[in-house]
């Protein structure tokens, strides 16, 4: 498998994934650009059985969980810094919405290259955006400190199965050149029709019993009141590992901290 | 150049960046995971010069701006999205901070794949984070509606310079097996050493008049009065774009809307 073909794999054999690989893939990921070389992030990676069955439930038991040799957790993490920083005498002041958001940006571009090396490596892989949904007991089972909070996990092994390649939108729907072109209603039509017919789809809204399939992603699967609880839960989490609630406050911008 | 030994390149031939070859990149981009096939994202291409000219000073001029033939603005995109669904007789409920987020994560996946695969065609590539310190005069300049708002920048084109690669922690300092568990003091110590005896650090602490590399990152380069002012920006920007003001709000979990 190659990243330009990438299949998420979510059943896997029994062999094992050595150190070495690991390894491997976890060295490739830190290679990925972050900004300013700070690397506010950590990987918790899970093997114990035990382990994976506390995560399990937290994951709304995706069978991946317990049936991938390895699970990998990657974190905003400014503990480290932190620590690092007051050693030398200054203070990490990333403690915040912007800090958070940052990291985790580069912590993103980590986990793409850990899995671009994955598929490299002839495993497969799934990433599992269930984090964070149980962000509060996935950090309980982690133990994650002040300043750490998990964003993303990976589950990693050998494939024991060989799906087809999703549709896509076209480039045309993705990409604009110079400005921003709204589409009208009728480029809306023909982009998002391959996805419609796509007979994945098609029988994914058939069995849902939605109308069509923007109906089962807005209404079932990805719904605005879960959208709006978890908007609500980021800011708690941030909260509840350290970070400041300062930035939750309306400030006039020139009474920002200098 | 290999994802695996990655160094960001900043000054670029006049060989200029193919259709083909940008196709190429950008349809590996959009083969990375994100949620729910969801595709809550777009990229916005410059290659005019009066584009790159009115941008170079919203990156603070830096060189790769006016000096690449190519930027690549990756977006967190809700207006395609909300176009489709009100067509399908429902609404996009993602227009908040966990759908800002969300989208935020799957486009640094699809960025990265861009990014390999830049490196695996024989160009070299800078993300600049630069987007996030200006993103009101970038959604102007990029004529960015509704929903739509910038987050990183990519500079693209053939290398014409070949640094040596930067330093980074050990695997030590990263990953965490089963649970996190916290440095000790000499463990800090030992694992920062490699970076902080780094020619490239020493020299550039040396002529910051910092004291030393924690100093200089936290204090000169990313400081905390940026990173609070940012992130109140970031919230500016979400209702700016038309992201909902409710999740800003504190309310009883038990009154969320159902």
Chains 1, 2 share one sequence.
């Not at 390894?23 to 114990?48: F, H, K, M």
């Not at 023909?190 to 809204?205: C, G, K, S, T, W």
């Not at 109308?211 to 978890?230: D, G, S, V």
Request: charged content about 20%.
């Amino acid at each position: 498998m190659d990243y330009k073909t990438h299949r998420s794999i979510r059943a896997y054999t029994e062999a094992p994934v050595s150190q070495e690989v690991l390894d491997t893939l976890l060295t490739a990921g830190i290679r990925a650009s972050n900004t300013g070389n700070i690397q506010s992030y950590s990987v918790i990676v899970t093997q114990e059985e035990e382990m994976k069955a506390r995560l399990a439930p937290l994951h709304f038991n995706q069978p991946m969980v317990k049936g991938a040799p390895v699970l990998l957790t990657f974190c905003v993490d400014y503990n480290r810094l932190s620590a690092w920083s007051e050693a030398r005498g200054t203070a990490c002041g990333h403690l915040n919405l912007m800090g958070f958001y940052n990291a985790s940006l580069d912590a993103m571009l980590f986990a793409q290259n850990v899995a671009v090396a994955a598929e490299d490596a002839g495993l497969g892989y799934c990433f599992l955006g269930t984090v964070l949904y149980n962000l509060e007991s996935i950090i309980h089972e982690l133990a994650l400190p002040r300043g750490v909070i998990p964003i993303l996990t990976m589950s990693l092994g050998y494939p024991a199965e060989t799906p087809s390649l999703r549709p896509r939108l076209s480039l045309e729907g993705i990409v604009h050149y110079e400005r921003y072109s709204p589409f009208t209603p009728a480029q809306i039509e023909a982009l998002y029709a391959p996805l419609e017919n796509d007979p994945f789809y098609l029988e994914r809204v058939r069995t849902s019993g939605c109308t069509n399939l923007a109906q089962l992603i807005m209404e079932k699967e990805y719904p605005a009141a879960n959208y709006m609880h978890l908007s609500q839960e980021i800011m708690r989490i941030l909260q509840l590992q350290g970070f400041e609630e300062k930035y939750l406050k309306r400030q006039n911008p020139s009474s920002v901290e200098a």
